[in-house]
């Protein structure tokens, strides 16, 4: 699997996949979890509620699938991540099941190319180092023959430096 790491908006990236870090409603947020409802359009909104009707809320560490909408990928894999709370054991725990279910969700559609944003690093404050190495780390681990790149979209220019020191220690 090959690993990109590009600062951006994470709405304008082509890939299959871009992964929303969603709230437990589904029902759209602020960060990116608002900025992908408002791109993608209402399509999106709708197969949440859906989604949320058949099973209730998504719980911390699940991923669920959606159309992309307006969006240019295919698909939206909605994810929710932890709020740090300063228990480093369960928060880690939890955000490695993100990534990880993200990614088995994208193998199991036959995706090619997925694109993170930097789950819980915003408003649920998760520590953004801490999280590049669990975000990092999940993807290496994951094997995949169908998979064949992983985007990490940074929205600020710490977390681009944080994840190319990470992925390239010369950096």
């Not at 559609?109 to 690093?121: D, E, V």
Request: proline letters at 4%; a neutral charge.
């Amino acid at each position: 699997m090959k690993i990109e790491v590009i600062k951006g908006d994470i709405t304008k990236i082509h890939a299959e996949v871009i992964v929303n870090a969603a709230n437990s409603s589904l029902l759209g947020g602020g960060g990116v979890d608002g900025a992908i409802h408002r791109a993608g359009g209402p399509r999106i909104l709708e197969e949440c509620r859906v989604i949320r009707n058949r099973q209730g809320k998504c719980g911390t560490g699940e991923a669920v699938v959606t159309t992309a909408g307006n969006l240019p990928a295919q698909y939206v894999i909605h994810t929710v991540g932890p709020v740090w709370n300063g228990d480093e054991e369960k928060s880690s725990k939890l955000l490695s099941d993100c990534y990880r279910n993200s990614l088995q969700l994208a193998e199991n559609l036959g995706i090619k190319t997925i694109a993170f944003p930097n789950i819980s690093t915003g408003i649920y404050k998760f520590p953004k180092e801490l999280a590049g190495k669990i975000a990092v780390h999940e993807v290496r681990k994951f094997h995949s023959d169908i998979i064949e790149k992983v985007i990490f979209v940074c929205f600020d220019e710490e977390n681009e430096e944080i994840y190319k020191k990470l992925l390239n220690p010369s950096f």
